[in-house]
């Protein structure tokens, strides 16, 4: 085991092993205290964002990364937007979504929820500025080309995902069920 010294039966962790737990721990300790702050997280995420886009531009490089950031985002989004169980998958097993709307309510349950999409969000774009540091990441591409083949993956990924969406029945944007507003007729 890495960091751990036996001393008569005992386990004692090296001073290293307990710097890096101590580290862990309270990193853990904030990014579970930023939960709720679902705004200013992803306040932050734009800034990073903003930070990382600016430093592609006047650098004037580092479009490879730029689109496999792009990618992984993209990718992502569609674990967001994705029900956690598949109604495709589901439907050969004879349970699936309610047919009707007067039928039980069940929550959207997202496959990546929106806690771990900013985290894995924020952290590529980390990841993708430190990289900008690196010359060996800036290899020559013609970027429009790039560009275009980014948009066309992404059009016909959310043609997809929103095709599914409609099959199905489902909104990942919904909040809760449906309230009853009453008889509008009065």
Not at 14 to 22: C, M
Not at 33 to 39: G, H, I, K, L, V
């Amino acid at each position: 085991m890495e960091g751990v010294e036996v001393d008569g039966g005992d386990a004692v962790l090296s001073p290293l092993a307990k710097w890096k737990d101590e580290i862990s721990r309270t990193f853990r300790y904030y990014l579970d205290r930023s939960a709720p702050y679902t705004f200013r997280r992803w306040l932050g995420t734009l800034t990073a964002a903003s930070i990382y886009m600016l430093r592609v531009y006047y650098g004037r490089g580092f479009y490879v990364i730029s689109y496999g950031v792009g990618t992984y985002i993209l990718n992502l989004l569609i674990g967001f937007l994705s029900p956690k169980v598949d109604p495709e998958l589901e439907a050969s097993e004879g349970a699936s979504l309610p047919p009707k709307d007067n039928d039980e309510f069940r929550p959207f349950v997202r496959r990546l929820p929106e806690f771990l999409f900013w985290y894995a969000t924020t952290k590529a774009f980390i990841v993708a500025f430190l990289m900008t540091f690196c010359s060996i990441f800036d290899v020559p591409v013609f970027w429009p080309i790039l560009l275009c083949y980014w948009i066309f993956l992404f059009v016909l990924t959310m043609k997809r995902q929103i095709t599914h969406m409609i099959r199905y029945k489902y909104d990942p944007f919904n909040i809760g069920k449906k309230k009853h507003t009453g008889n509008k007729s009065d």
